[in-house]
């Protein structure tokens, strides 16, 4: 999922950097003093997940959890996201400096929309329907996510269409599990910490 160095273009790469610097702007505003703990838990979360990878190919595949980031930060995920990619970036020249942008946002980008359009359903008194929008909420993302990838490398040159298409299909499997993983983490906190979903409109019953 994240994209090396080197690889895309410079219009791919400054246009990704400018989304993010948007999405980081607006994600800042939105952040409260009390979603901070939450905000560098789920950072750590996200940059030991996605460190564990699978070889596949010419790249590789690994978990991102960014569905389960939106579902429980909305908006802050966007942040959690850059502060893991910049780290593992220095530390560990995962990704990189220059694709930090285009990274942050590929993955940023669906974890916020899919919490913004399934998040409230979390919070609902409906158990089932809670963990369905869990799963499209880890689902969604993390395929959006790969799509995102996938045209990145492809706007970049068409040679890049086959290495596309086999990290799109390669991610669909990961996609199923991280839907489950999502759903599973919110069926628990709406039994120990409902407060935690941010988009609860009413405390869970249960």
């Not at 993955?107 to 609902?124: F, I, Q, Y």
């Not at 040159?157 to 799109?168: D, V």
């Amino acid at each position: 999922m994240h994209i090396s160095e080197g690889v895309l273009s410079a219009p791919v790469l400054v246009g990704g950097a400018a989304l993010t610097a948007t999405c980081l702007v607006i994600s800042t505003r939105k952040l409260q003093s009390q979603d901070i703990p939450k905000t560098a838990l789920l950072c750590a979360v996200f940059f030991l997940a996605s460190l564990l990878r699978v070889p596949l190919g010419p790249g590789s595949a690994h978990l991102v959890l960014c569905g389960l980031m939106g579902a429980l930060l909305g908006w802050g995920a966007f942040i959690s996201i850059f502060v893991a990619l910049l780290l593992q970036g220095i530390l560990f020249q995962f990704g990189g400096l220059t694709t930090l942008g285009i990274n942050t946002f590929n993955m940023g980008a669906p974890a916020v929309l899919c919490a913004a359009l399934l998040g409230r359903l979390l919070a609902g008194k409906s158990h089932v329907l809670a963990s369905t929008a869990a799963f499209c909420i880890g689902f969604g993302s993390l395929l959006l996510a790969a799509l995102l990838t996938a045209v990145s490398l492809y706007l970049s040159g068409s040679h890049f269409l086959t290495i596309a298409q086999t990290l799109l299909v390669a991610h669909l499997p990961i996609a199923v599990i991280e839907g489950v993983i999502t759903a599973a983490c919110v069926y628990f906190l709406r039994k120990v910490k409902p407060g935690m979903l941010p988009y609860a409109k009413e405390r869970v019953q249960v």
